[in-house]
């Protein structure tokens, strides 16, 4: 089973660039890597998914280095709105225990 | 519009009452999922659904019980054997087995037991 370890929270201002890692030591040769955000009291939402290198999609990349056992979230230039909970998931069912973004006027 | 539908959004029970959490997708399919998310954490796979009339325990099973005998609904009922109920439950699907297809979630309905 692939346990992730995240950040707990991170801080950030309007405007900069945000990168959220997650470890996942042992993970699978078939598992993808899905990040997802959350809102409170709503359900997650999907963001992106990669397997391996780099994954861009509207709102977000996506960084996995050869070996995979990390992979890294960056949101370009964040708003207010982007203030949420960020889950990594590894394989099917295992998310990590998510990180708190809190973006800053 | 195509989606997860989960009922009641908010639930209040006396201890020792089982309660049935209601999930509906009309996105055509084949797997389902419950969680469970207390304060703070993160998701835990109560139960999974690959097809119909098949279902698979998770990591935290005990106390929970489903059925899935339609392709649209996975209704999960809390017993009373469920040690601490009270929390936040979303339901999930998507359109296969694979981990490489994105969840799509429901609002969730919180469960509070007194």
């Known amino acids: ?105 | 519009d195509g989606g997860i539908t989960q009922s009641p959004k908010y639930l209040f029970r006396k201890e020792g009452q089982n309660v049935t959490l209601s999930c509906e997708q009309n996105l055509n399919h084949d797997a389902m999922y419950w969680y469970r998310q207390d304060p703070g954490q993160g998701l835990r796979l109560i139960y999974y659904s690959q097809i119909v009339n098949d279902f698979q325990k998770g990591d935290i099973a005990e106390g929970y019980s489903v059925s899935r005998e339609k392709k649209e609904s996975f209704p999960l009922t809390v017993t009373s054997a469920q040690k601490n109920p009270t929390a936040f439950y979303l339901c999930a699907s998507t359109p296969g087995q694979g981990g490489f297809y994105e969840q799509y979630f429901g609002p969730g309905t919180r469960l509070t037991v007194t």
């Not at chain 1, 370890?5 to 040769?29: F, L």
């Not at chain 1, 391996?52 to 960056?74: G, H, M, Q, W, Y």
């Open chain 1, 1 to 105: 089973l692939a346990k992730t370890t995240q950040p707990i929270s991170m801080d950030s201002y309007e405007g900069q660039e945000v990168n959220i890692t997650c470890s996942h030591n042992n993970i699978a040769t078939n598992d993808y890597i899905t990040w997802y955000q959350q809102f409170p009291s709503q359900g997650p939402r999907f963001i992106i998914q990669g397997y391996k290198t780099k994954v861009t999609n509207e709102v977000a990349s996506l960084f996995i280095p050869a070996d995979r056992k990390s992979s890294t979230l960056s949101l370009p230039r964040v708003s207010l709105s982007d203030t949420a909970v960020y889950y990594c998931l590894v394989g099917k069912f295992y998310f990590g225990s998510g990180t708190k973004l809190n973006v800053k006027p």
